[in-house]
Nanobody, 123 residues
């Protein structure tokens, strides 16, 4: 059983930056593909970014390419989401998720989820 705990969210102005962290425990972190999803009020949960077990292979939603960077530190059992040039439409609860084997973009494929961290971007 893997436990995931996100942190790093907050209230920022448009154009600002944040780094979200997701600390994992209870499993072999390096064996899991990791992903970030987000959910805005009244909307479905959407894919943001993922990475494979090593972090060398990454994939991003078109809406965040060039502004978001996913990375992981297997020695620290942590995955990160660096966010630059925040926009009001980035406002959402951000969740990290883990699954065995290949990284995918569907939330239905992910087995383990954190509780989420709120990101609010003011205009």
């Amino acid at each position: 059983q893997v436990q995931l705990v996100e942190s790093g969210g907050g209230l920022v102005q448009t154009g600002g930056s944040l780094r979200l962290s997701c600390a994992a425990s209870g499993g072999t972190f390096s064996s899991y593909a990791m992903a970030w999803f987000r959910q805005a009020p009244g909307k479905e949960r959407e894919f943001v970014a993922n990475c494979n077990w090593s972090g060398r292979v990454t994939h991003y939603a078109d809406s965040v390419k060039g502004r978001f960077t996913i990375s992981r530190d297997n020695a620290e059992n942590t995955v990160y989401l660096q966010i630059y040039t925040l926009k009001p439409e980035d406002t959402a609860i951000y969740y990290c998720a883990a699954k065995a084997w290949l990284a995918t973009t569907s939330p239905n494929d992910y087995t383990y989820w954190g509780q989420g961290t709120q990101v609010t971007v003011s205009s």
